[in-house]
């Protein structure tokens, strides 16, 4: 089964992705946790070290604390600018292609590498908010998103190749 992720522009998509990316390994771990936006994860721990930097400036028993929330907030102002910019990147790429057979889960973009994911390689399928992502079972794998409007589509696949066990259905979650 072939099909067209159509994810070009849709920002809360590559937010999901980006989320899901930079905690791989709570996603391993417990595969039915909720997808946050990244940007809104790093405005709030922004605001908390910020708060406790000028707080604690007050307070010249802990002057050392203020220096240490000063250069906390200082990375996670870098880490959320950094964020914005390869959330403008993302969002530029062209269209892929997605290919479901009996030997994995294909994800193919026009000049440029492709990535499979084999059945064996793959832990959990997990359907979210609006993406749909292979987990795979180790690094040696890149994960593959698909947009979440194919979700009828990767469905008939996994019930057709006798894949449900790997389904984990979060979309409940974001209603």
């Not at 802990?62 to 906390?72: E, K, N, P, R, Y």
Request: charged letters at 25%; hydrophobic letters at 40%.
């Amino acid at each position: 089964m072939t099909f067209k992720n159509i994810e070009k522009g849709n920002k809360k998509y590559y937010e999901e992705i980006m989320y899901i990316s930079s905690n791989y390994y709570i996603f391993k771990k417990n595969p039915k946790t909720r997808v946050h936006s990244l940007n809104k994860v790093f405005l709030l721990y922004i605001i908390l070290f910020l708060i406790l930097f000028f707080s604690s400036l007050w307070i010249p028993q802990i002057i050392i604390l203020s220096g240490v929330t000063f250069i906390l907030s200082v990375i996670y102002i870098y880490l959320f600018v950094e964020t914005n910019y390869k959330l403008r990147e993302y969002r530029k790429h062209n269209d892929s292609t997605i290919k479901i057979d009996k030997t994995g889960i294909e994800n193919i973009e026009e000049n440029q590498v492709s990535s499979k994911l084999f059945w064996d390689a793959i832990e959990y399928i997990i359907i979210n908010k609006y993406s749909i992502c292979c987990l795979p079972k180790n690094f040696a794998h890149f994960a593959i998103f698909i947009e979440i409007s194919a979700k009828d589509k990767v469905y008939e696949a996994l019930k057709k190749y006798d894949k449900l066990n790997l389904l984990i259905d979060n979309s409940n979650k974001y209603k």
